[in-house]
């Protein structure tokens, strides 16, 4: 790709596509949106890299505070993956317990801990076998299998659910009253579904209130960024409780002066709406799906797999998708495929 603009991209051929990867869901304004450029070129001016606290970096946690209500305090890393590996680190350190429960299917980025599935095939990851036995996978959407598990063990520290997983409100009011009634830590990996799926994260979704959530994509505005956020004693074990927090880019200007400034530029709600109604999953792999995207591809809709709307994609984006989903769709019926 060479350069996008809103809700387009085009390729170093010249070629235009509707974006629908959206810098992999980070992009909820669009590419190149003035504001976020704008305040990108004002602080590069500035200075990219102050080395203590800035003015920006408060008014970008003060924002996220006001917004998501489940948010006391805040911890600004560089990545999702650094989000979840640090969140981890926090539920463990609080309650003195090592084992973290998540579900098989969920995704939390690629850190030793958060990338644990199998026995089979972690050591094939790279994954050390201490890490691998401190992580727990239970089946999705199995309260039952929750309550055994922590009822059964207990050195489980918290219980870590996706955010964008398409689950039951009852089943994440269920994690929330088992973990409280177990004394178990319950965390929401934000990342994906922060600031799209709602606005005031699990609060908004799901009338919910978790112990720690992990955000990173649109919190930073398109550019590197995450954050650790939840409860003011939890967060407290970085510092006072003796947990570090290094890191050269943490907070870094440019991503809080993207992150600053997402909340004045548009209509919050709107966005959302936007943003979620396409937010589903793709389908899984099959000849028939390859071929379908292949199409999808010819057709110069998609480059690839994975749909996420921004608040710049209006009705001639979703038309012109339409009309090359039954181009593509007319070009593989042809071949007798379907
Ligand atoms: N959690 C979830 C739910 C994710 O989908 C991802 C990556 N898409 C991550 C964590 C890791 O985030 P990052 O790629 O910023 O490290």
């Not at 199995?142 to 918290?158: C, M, P, Q, R």
């Not at 996420?308 to 009705?315: A, R, T, Y």
């Amino acid at each position: 790709m060479d350069r996008g603009k809103g809700p387009r991209k085009w390729d170093i051929d010249g070629n235009e596509y509707v974006d629908y990867r959206t810098g992999h869901g980070s992009m909820i304004l669009g590419q190149a949106h003035p504001a976020i450029v704008d305040a990108v070129q004002t602080q590069m001016a500035k200075g990219t890299h102050l080395s203590p606290c800035t003015e920006v970096e408060i008014r970008w946690a003060s924002l996220i505070k006001q917004i998501v209500p489940s948010v006391e305090k805040v911890r600004f890393v560089s990545s999702g993956t650094e989000a979840v590996m640090m969140a981890f680190r926090i539920c463990r350190r609080f309650t003195g317990k090592e084992k973290i429960v998540k579900f098989a299917d969920a995704f939390h980025g690629w850190s030793d801990a958060a990338y644990v599935t199998d026995p089979d095939t972690d050591a094939a990851y790279g994954i050390p076998s201490g890490t691998a036995s401190s992580v727990i996978n239970l089946p999705p959407h199995d309260l039952e299998a929750v309550e055994n598990t922590l009822k059964s063990d207990d050195d489980i520290a918290a219980v870590v659910f996706q955010g964008n997983d398409v689950a039951r409100p009852e089943f994440i009011r269920g994690l929330r009253e088992l973990t409280e009634r177990m004394g178990v830590l319950l965390m929401i990996d934000e990342v994906v579904s922060g600031f799209r799926w709602s606005m005031s994260g699990c609060k908004g979704r799901y009338d919910v209130t978790p112990d720690v959530s992990a955000f990173a994509k649109i919190l930073a505005g398109g550019l590197p960024g995450g954050a650790v956020g939840g409860r003011a004693d939890i967060l407290d074990v970085i510092g006072q409780g003796g947990v570090r927090h290094p890191g050269t880019f943490n907070a870094n200007p440019l991503s809080a002066a993207a992150g600053a400034t997402r909340a004045p530029t548009f209509d919050r709600r709107a966005d959302c709406r936007n943003g979620r109604s396409v937010g589903g999953k793709t389908p899984g792999r099959n000849k028939r799906v390859d071929q379908l995207q292949m199409e999808f591809i010819n057709q110069s809709m998609v480059e690839s797999r994975g749909v996420h709307l921004s608040s710049s994609h209006q009705d001639s984006e979703i038309d012109f998708t339409v009309d090359k989903f039954e181009a593509a769709l007319t070009e593989v019926r042809k071949t007798g495929a379907i």
